[in-house]
């Protein structure tokens, strides 16, 4: 996945959600205003928060798909991670302030002052929450396949902010039902189920992050893949090991090779670059591969277990 296209998708994403935000929050803070509703107007502003943290996602995606420079000879891509970061902080922050107004609410009895009934101001506040599940149900499944595509943790992370969103409109929804049917309290509580919502949602997200930003490395499956690569490629007789680290959205592998020993320099480093061609094109999402050759020699099982490269086991250096 080239930066252009990924930069490409995630601006066009970004957009489209800012727009679709910006008048889904002006629609729900009215419905919300006209009919008294907490929840409805705590929900309004979950939508405006969602305006902002898309265009964190956008800043730090331009960013990230920056070419390498002199500062950054890997790159940007962990720019990325640090707007996913933020994204996360910005949820936390707007669901412990909705949480806040919600047990605030119960303690001082103001929940007791809305006393709508199915009129015109209790069906606008049924009505604006119920449009409010839809179109960010839609929002989400718009943008995760874009976050998909592109294999972006920043556009994921803005996804799930959508979904959050929807999950609180539910909340909401039966926060003013209840109170059209004299059940007043449910809409502050409503609140405090909003609030549970987005700081989980945000954990997720801050965690998710700083495992991109610390080194992880990549699943189970995704490394057998890589191993099985190698091991098929010419002139490979074993993989003696494998590394792999994610950086941003994009992979580093480091693998440790073992060929003839009786084979010329040039040969042994054409195999090695036969390789580092090889997973560069053949995953995607790999941005660099280091490929180290062993000599292998006769007699040696050809067959060794597959292992993953550490401080204590890895092989001699020769």
Same mark, same amino acid.
């Given at each position: 996945?080239q930066?252009s296209?990924?930069e490409k998708?995630?601006v066009? +994403?970004?957009v489209? +959600?800012?727009?679709?935000?910006a008048? #889904?929050?002006?629609?729900?803070l009215?419905?919300g205003?006209f009919s008294m509703s907490y929840?409805l107007?705590s ?5 405006a928060?969602? &305006?902002f943290s898309t265009?964190?996602?956008?800043i730090?995606?331009?960013i990230?798909?920056?070419?390498a420079?002199?500062?950054h000879?890997?790159?940007?891509? =962990?720019?990325?991670?640090?707007a996913a &970061?933020?994204l ?16 605030l609410?119960i *303690?001082?009895g103001?929940?007791n002052q809305?006393? /709508?009934d $199915? ?5 606008a506040?049924?009505? %604006?929450?119920a449009v409010?599940i839809? &179109?960010?149900?839609g929002?989400f499944? /718009? +943008?995760i =396949?874009a976050?998909?595509?592109?294999n972006?943790?920043?556009l994921?992370?803005?996804a799930w902010?959508? =979904?959050s969103d %929807?999950l609180s ?7 003013i039902?209840g %109170?059209?049917?004299?059940v007043h309290v449910l809409?502050?509580i409503?609140c *405090?189920v909003?609030?549970? #919502?987005i700081?989980?949602a945000?954990?997720q ?5 700083i ?11 995704t490394e057998?893949s $890589?191993?099985?690569?190698i091991a098929?490629c010419?002139?490979v007789?074993r993989v003696?090991? $494998?590394?792999?680290r994610?950086?941003?959205? =994009?992979i /580093? ?6 060929c003839r020993q009786? #084979?010329? #320099?040039?040969?042994a480093? !054409?195999?090695?670059e036969s390789?580092?061609k ?7 999402l790999v941005?660099? &591969?280091t490929v180290?050759?062993?000599?292998y020699k006769?007699?040696?099982? !050809?067959e060794?277990?597959?292992?993953t490269?550490d401080e204590?086991?890895a092989?001699?250096?020769?």
């Open positions: 996945m930066s296209e990924m998708t995630a066009k +994403t970004s489209v +959600t800012i727009i679709i935000n008048l #889904l929050t002006i629609f729900k009215l419905a205003i929840a107007i929900d309004a502003i979950h939508s928060s969602d &305006v265009i964190i996602v956008l730090g995606v331009k990230s798909s920056k070419k420079d002199k500062k000879p890997f790159g940007h891509e =962990r720019f990325e991670c640090v &970061v933020l996360a902080a910005v949820l936390f922050a707007t669901g412990a302030w909705i949480g806040y107004t919600g047990i609410s *303690i001082n103001s929940y809305n006393n /709508y $199915l009129s015109a101001a209790g069906i506040a049924i009505v %604006a929450a409010s839809v &179109v960010k149900e929002m499944w /718009y +943008t =396949r976050a998909k595509k592109v972006s943790s920043a994921k992370a803005d902010h959508h =979904r %929807a409109s539910i909340g909401s929804l039966i926060g039902v %109170a059209v049917c004299g809409d502050p409503a *405090i909003i609030c549970v #919502l700081i989980k945000a954990v997200i801050f965690v998710d992050s495992k991109k930003m610390t080194d992880e490395s990549c699943d189970d499956k057998q $890589l191993k099985e690569f098929g010419e002139g007789m003696d090991g $494998l590394l792999t994610k950086f941003g959205n =994009r /580093y592998v480091i693998t440790e090779i073992a009786d #084979l010329p #320099l040039y040969v480093h !054409e195999y090695a390789v580092h090889g997973i560069e094109e053949n995953f995607p941005k660099h &591969v180290h050759v062993n000599p006769d007699g040696q099982q !050809e060794a277990p597959l292992q490269i204590e086991s092989p001699p250096q020769k």
